[in-house]
T-cell receptor, first 114, second 116 residues
Framework: DSGVTQTPKHLITATGQRVTLRCSPRSGDLSVYWYQQSLDQGLQFLIQYYNGEERAKGNILERFSAQQFPDLHSELNLSSLELGDSALYFC?????????????FGEGSRLTVL | AQSVTQPDIHITVSEGASLELRCNYSYGATPYLFWYVQSPGQGLQLLLKYFSGDTLVQGIKGFEAEFKRSQSSFNLRKPSVHWSDAAEYFCAVGAPYGGSQGNLIFGKGTKLSVKP
């Protein structure tokens, strides 16, 4: 158990819909990262938050947004969903801005868009 | 462009046999290097990491990796594989500086199957 909690574990929705994925980082971790894992693209970094502020952006679509709340949990919002958004979305956390790669990953939220 | 290549998509080894998983990277400078393991239905777990110094790095579960700068490689090894090692293994690189060290670039992964 990494200490990172993600909900929901599975989500099935239709094209055009909007979903919210939630992540609770390890106790004390200030940084939260979102990654997308798909069969064709592999694991891709989406976005990082540190203590409530956006720190870095990766290959995140404009239809996607995220935020980190004062209690440090984070949400990833995916809107106008397309079939290609079906993937496993991972949240990871670390103490500071990466701690030299010491990321602790949750078990992921599997999104299926029909 | 920065990238990580894991040339083997799927490897099958017999239990007790040795293992080597290959990883090559392309990066502007010497990056930080990592190996993660993902068991079915689980998140990724850090096996080991290389930042600097000794090019042979020891990790958890009996794994080790060797950094070879001249070959831009960071291959993962284990002398004797156990059935519980069956999983998917990911090589990753990260920036050696700045506040974005957790924004890792991952390879596509190598799935390891273990024969009894």
């Amino acid at each position: 158990d990494s200490g990172v909690t993600q909900t929901p574990k599975h989500l099935i929705t239709a094209t055009g819909q909007r979903v919210t994925l939630r992540c609770s980082p390890r106790s004390g971790d200030l940084s939260v990262y979102w990654y997308q894992q798909s069969l064709d693209q592999g694991l891709q970094f989406l976005i990082q938050y540190y203590n409530g502020e956006e720190r870095a952006k990766g290959n995140i679509l404009e239809r996607f947004s995220a935020q980190q709340f004062p209690d440090l949990h984070s949400e990833l919002n995916l809107s106008s969903l397309e079939l290609g958004d079906s993937a496993l979305y991972f949240c990871a956390s670390s103490v500071r801005g990466g701690q030299q790669g010491e990321l602790f990953f949750g078990e992921g939220s599997r999104l299926t868009v029909l | 462009a920065q990238s990580v290549t894991q040339p083997d998509i799927h490897i099958t080894v017999s239990e007790g046999a040795s293992l080597e998983l290959r990883c090559n990277y392309s990066y502007g400078a010497t990056p930080y290097l990592f190996w993660y393991v993902q068991s079915p239905g689980q998140g990724l777990q850090l096996l080991l990491k290389y930042f600097s110094g000794d090019t042979l790095v020891q990790g958890i579960k009996g794994f080790e990796a060797e950094f070879k700068r001249s070959q831009s490689s960071f291959n993962l090894r284990k002398p004797s594989v156990h059935w519980s090692d069956a999983a998917e293994y990911f090589c990753a690189v990260g920036a050696p500086y700045g506040g974005s060290q957790g924004n890792l670039i991952f390879g596509k992964g190598t799935k390891l199957s273990v024969k009894p």
